[in-house]
């Protein structure tokens, strides 16, 4: 895709902020970078030590972010093009290696864990890619990418930013029904127990028994959930039932670091 870009189109405004599609280019080859430094590697990020909840990290992140697409800036498109190719191949060879249920170097944060494993650190990696390539695909007027094959994946992880998502207010036992149509969605069921919000797969008779129901279907969830943390468009295609304020949460959850 990279390579057929014009010059224009490689300046062309997307959703990522102020970030034009050179900058999520950037953005992206920095998280494989990183990748291979920090975790192949084994260079020591002594910053992170100081770190004290997940606000900190979100602006240790955020000021990392920055740093790296201002010097990126001194990049030529080709450039760019060709160390996502080349870096890349290395991240994916070395994603590929990873035991997946031994504890992965960085935990998911949004997935409300303390330790991962690297299925999940993996899976999130996955989500990343998807995630900014659908913002230049929309900038440049692009197909989205939409299949089941690259869709499923994103909305079985994403699922998982609903249990730190939910209220913890709620009332104890409170359930959720959540259903995600189309080929690339499935049925889910959030639970309210004493150490907090449980997902799980529903049976039928549970579904009927929820405190609360979201209705909404796969490409509308993937905007919704791997997006900014205000409102989004894309929240008004769902279906809501029973407890509101319940079924909205489901609406709010964010399968990233915002």
């Known amino acids: 895709m990279l390579e057929g870009l014009s010059p224009s189109q490689w300046n062309q405004p997307t959703s990522a902020g102020t970030w034009r599609v050179r900058d999520v280019v950037a953005h992206l080859l920095d998280g494989d970078l990183r990748r291979l430094a920090f975790h192949r590697d084994a260079l020591p990020q002594p910053e992170m030590a100081g770190l004290r909840g997940y606000d900190d990290l979100l602006a240790y992140l955020n000021a990392l972010n920055q740093s790296w697409i201002a010097a990126a800036s001194r990049l030529s498109p080709r450039l760019l093009t060709h160390l996502v190719d080349d870096i890349g191949r290395q991240a994916v060879a070395f994603l590929s290696s990873l035991p997946p249920h031994e504890p992965a170097h960085w935990p998911v944060a949004w997935a409300g864990e ?7 650190d993996v899976g999130r990696n996955y989500t990343e890619y998807w995630h900014h390539q659908q913002q230049i695909r929309d900038a440049l007027g692009l197909p989205s990418l939409t299949h089941p094959s690259w869709l499923e994946p994103v909305i079985a992880l994403g699922v998982r930013s609903l249990p730190p998502a939910m209220p913890r207010s709620a009332a104890a036992h409170a359930t959720v029904h959540v259903e995600v149509t189309g080929p690339a969605g499935g049925r889910w069921w959030l639970r309210h127990e004493a150490d907090g919000w449980v997902l799980a ?10 405190t609360a129901a979201t209705r909404i279907d796969a ?5 919704v959930w791997f997006a900014a943390r205000r409102p989004q468009p894309a929240a008004e295609h769902a279906q809501l039932s029973g407890d509101t304020e319940l079924a909205r949460a489901v609406l709010m ?3 990233l670091m915002v």
């Open 114 to 120: 303390g330790p991962s494993e690297h299925w999940m």
């Open 253 to 255: 959850a964010r399968a």
């Open 201 to 210: 797969v529903p049976d039928a008779e549970a579904a009927s028994e929820a």
């Open 219 to 223: 490409e509308h969830a993937s905007r």
